[in-house]
Nanobody
Framework: QVSLVESGGGSVQAGGSLTLSCAVS??????????MAWFRQAPDKDREGIAA????????SYKDSVKGRFTISKDNAKNILYLQMNSLKPEDAANYYC???????????????????WGQGTLVTVSS
């Protein structure tokens, strides 16, 4: 049973930083299910993927709106996926979700598809 549990959300002022964590258990990546990612969904908006990592090779990919500000990484020893968010903007406010089990298909965005496992989300608010 795969479990993904996000934490680290909170309230921050515009320009500030926040690091999200996703504790992972029961997930064993294979060649076709090696992608983990962060998604977000703001009120009245569709869910969007923003950052992905191939956990077997550490290759990363980002949506243009967060490139240069956000960094995705994974600590394989602790089995935790991170999202370091810098220079936060009000439009970054959303529920943030981690996902696992996607297939890495290309280096450009979107890099992965078909995620099998999802967390429950953690809320990020950004005040101007």
């Amino acid at each position: 049973q795969v479990s993904l549990v996000e934490s680290g959300g909170g309230s921050v002022q515009a320009g500030g930083s926040l690091t999200l964590s996703c504790a992972v258990s029961g997930y064993t990546p294979s060649r076709t299910t090696s992608c983990m990612a962060w998604f977000r969904q703001a009120p009245d908006k569709d869910r969007e993927g923003i950052a992905a990592i191939d956990v077997l090779g550490s290759t990363t990919s980002y949506k243009d709106s967060v490139k240069g500000r956000f960094t995705i990484s994974k600590d394989n020893a602790k089995n935790i996926l991170y999202l370091q968010m810098n220079s936060l903007k009000p439009e970054d406010a959303a529920n943030y979700y981690c996902a696992a089990g996607g297939m890495w298909i290309r280096a450009s965005w979107p890099a992965c598809n078909q995620f099998d496992h999802w967390g429950q989300g953690t809320l990020v608010t950004v005040s101007s």
